[in-house]
């Protein structure tokens, strides 16, 4: 058993070290412009099951500094479902400004609006871990409270409160970035079908970078949703999931 786990150490700390090794040589190809060499070492670090933001965040760089919009848009994408950060949304903003599609999002009700702002403050562990936090504290302080007095049961009552909040919070999180199935458009251009077969009525075209929601798979054919609310069936093969 020790031999095991000391294999096992001796082997994350190799893959550590040679991601650390990749990660400041893809660095260097990037500060040199070389962005096609950045990209390979970047993708290299995902290729050995390592991720973080940061790397997503890099990568989403190396495709706009090569124009290739989609791509850049999907690593984008993908760096803030594990970290909500600024950097990367003014990024992401300006690469939606370069793609073809300019889809108006459905204006959405104020406190929808100060919802989904308040949840993405955290991401989904993050929002777990509070939660396991303030239940800990709760069950601390409830059994504190038996032999105090008010003022303490009072503030007990109010962490009850948080903690159904942050409960809350991270189902809502829960369902907007794990359940919620995403994906970026890959093909230049794709008509968007009425039903699962190319005889059904065109509906409308997407290009190359826009954002769809999956709502239904059959067979080689999705249900896709985008952001103004119109839905429609596409091949699979013409976007990249997120």
């Known amino acids: 058993m020790k031999l095991k786990t000391l294999i096992i150490t001796l082997l994350v700390s190799i893959s550590s070290y040679a991601s650390n090794q990749l990660f400041e040589k893809a660095n260097k190809a990037y500060n040199n412009l070389d ?13 050995i099951g390592l991720e973080s933001s940061e790397l997503y965040y890099n990568l989403g760089n190396c495709h706009y500094k090569s124009q290739d919009w989609a791509n850049a848009i999907w690593h984008y994408e993908k760096s803030l479902k594990l970290e909500k950060n600024d950097k990367t949304i003014q990024n992401l903003e300006l690469a939606n400004l370069k793609i073809i599609d300019r889809i108006e999002e459905i204006p959405q009700l104020f406190y929808k609006k100060w919802w989904s702002s308040f949840i993405s403050i955290f991401n989904t562990f993050y929002w777990q871990l509070i939660s396991i936090l303030i239940t800990w504290l709760a069950l601390t302080i409830k059994i504190l409270s038996q032999f105090s007095n008010y003022k303490k049961k009072r503030f007990l009552s109010i962490l009850y409160s948080i903690l159904l909040i942050s409960v809350f919070a991270t189902y809502s999180s829960y369902q907007e970035n794990i359940t919620k199935k995403e994906a970026i458009i890959f093909t230049s251009s794709i008509v968007v079908n009425s039903a699962p077969t190319i005889n059904s009525t065109n509906l409308f075209t997407l290009h190359s970078g826009s954002k769809i929601e999956i ?3 059959i067979g080689e054919w ?4 985008i952001a103004s609310g119109s839905s429609g069936w596409i091949k699979e093969s013409s976007c990249k999931f997120l």
Not at 37 to 45: E, N
Not at 222 to 225: F, P, R
């Open 35 to 47: 962005y096609t060499s950045a990209i390979t070492l970047y993708d290299s670090i995902l290729n």
């Open 215 to 217: 709502l239904d798979t």
């Open 222 to 225: 999705i249900n896709i949703k």
